[in-house]
């Protein structure tokens, strides 16, 4: 990518349990196979970011919710993402078709498991960890 590429629009979603626990999917695809990542992805054409929010997390997640307010946005390589909070309304949490497995994780878990680059250091720059 050039730097006059246009930058390819995402989301993503930081959902919490009763528990404090931050919803995350293992990817099934590059970038970041194998890693630990927020649920989201594309906006496609015709879709504003709630919209594709809320496919995408039905899609990976297989769990209904709502859109709630902007968080934060970062540029990983080609792609420009909006991190939205996100309420659960309802389904049953499960690894859809972008994701190898969808877990709820806490403090400890979330330390352990292999992330995407910098997604500990950004949830921590924006007070939005999860709860020990």
């Given at each position: 990518m050039t730097e006059g590429d246009a930058a390819v629009p995402c989301v993503g979603g930081l959902a919490y349990d009763s528990n404090g626990r931050l919803l995350l999917v293992q990817r099934a695809n590059e970038p970041g196979r194998?890693?630990?990542a927020l649920p989201g992805g594309r906006v496609e054409a015709g879709e504003d970011d709630d919209a594709a929010l809320v496919r995408e997390m039905t899609e990976e997640t297989g769990l209904v919710?709502?859109?709630?307010?902007?968080?934060?946005?970062v540029r990983r390589g080609?792609?420009?993402i909006a991190d939205y909070h996100c309420t659960v309304?309802?389904?049953?949490?499960?690894a859809g078709d972008d994701a190898l497995d969808a877990r709820w994780c806490d403090a400890a878990e979330l330390a352990a498991l292999p992330l995407v680059d910098?997604?500990?250091?950004?949830l921590a720059g924006w007070d939005a960890l999860p709860r020990p």
């Open positions: 194998g890693r630990w919710i709502r859109t709630g307010a902007l968080v934060g946005r080609a792609y420009d309304l309802g389904g049953e949490l499960r910098r997604l500990a250091e950004t």
